[in-house]
T-cell receptor, first 111, second 115 residues
Framework: DQQVKQNSPSLSVQEGRISILNCDYT??????FLWYKKYPAEGPTFLIS?????DKNEDGRFTVFLNKSAKHLSLHIVPSQPGDSAVYFC??????????FGTGTRLQVFP | DAGVTQSPTHLIKTRGQQVTLRCSPK?????VSWYQQALGQGPQFIFQ???????QRGNFPDRFSGHQFPNYSSELNVNALLLGDSALYLC??????????????FGSGTRLTVV
């Protein structure tokens, strides 16, 4: 039972353009959503999060949007940079419980 | 300030053997969670330890067991290894007061290969 889904395994974007990574979830009890970035041979690093009481959270070039009615969230990166090339994981939690991760989207930013 | 430290970084074991992976949490953290990340998949929750006890457990068989020590460090033990146990094993630490909502700090993982 995959409660957090990332249906796009990969995304390729030109440097300077917007990258949009999508995530869907099925458990309506999730109350916090997080994005992690993972480089090869490293552990995932926390990027940005959003509470279910909000619909948008912004941190520099990164913005996360939450649509609770659609059980959908997205991560926007503007402008995209080559250093953003990594695997991005969406994660969710319920009542500060364990994190449930999606399968990841590999983002490649090319010049 | 050291983050999460895992050892060893790589390990090769034979089917049927037993393995122990180790994790030292980030300073100030008291909770340790273990995840298994198979190739092409997202991290899957194995279990979480707090106050030296297993607090939560994911859908993993009893061959997977763990321990937390008084200094908050933790071990993951896997018995009777199967080829399917080959994966990256990630340790994540957090504070029980903040929980998962503030995010976990992950180590770089232990790459286990079962042959």
């Amino acid at each position: 039972d995959q409660q957090v889904k990332q249906n796009s395994p990969s995304l390729s974007v030109q440097e300077g353009r917007i990258s949009i990574l999508n995530c869907d979830y099925t458990n309506s009890m999730f109350d916090y959503f997080l994005w992690y970035k993972k480089y090869p041979a490293e552990g995932p690093t926390f990027l940005i999060s959003i509470s279910s009481i909000k619909d948008k959270n912004e941190d520099g070039r990164f913005t996360v949007f939450l649509n609770k009615s659609a059980k959908h969230l997205s991560l926007h990166i503007v402008p995209s940079q080559p250093g953003d090339s990594a695997v991005y994981f969406c994660a969710a939690s319920s009542n500060t419980d364990k994190l449930i991760f999606g399968t990841g989207t590999r983002l490649q930013v090319f010049p | 300030d050291a983050g999460v430290t895992q050892s060893p970084t790589h390990l090769i074991k034979t089917r049927g053997q037993q393995v122990t992976l180790r994790c030292s949490p980030k300073s100030g953290h008291d909770t340790v969670s273990w995840y298994q990340q198979a190739l092409g998949q997202g991290p899957q929750f194995i279990f979480q330890y707090y106050e030296e006890e297993e607090r939560q457990r994911g859908n993993f068989p009893d061959r997977f067991s763990g321990h937390q020590f008084p200094n908050y460090s933790s071990e993951l033990n896997v018995n009777a290894l199967l080829l399917g146990d080959s994966a990256l094993y990630l340790c994540a630490s957090s504070s029980i007061l903040q929980g998962a909502n503030y995010g976990y700090t992950f180590g770089s993982g232990t790459r286990l290969t079962v042959v």
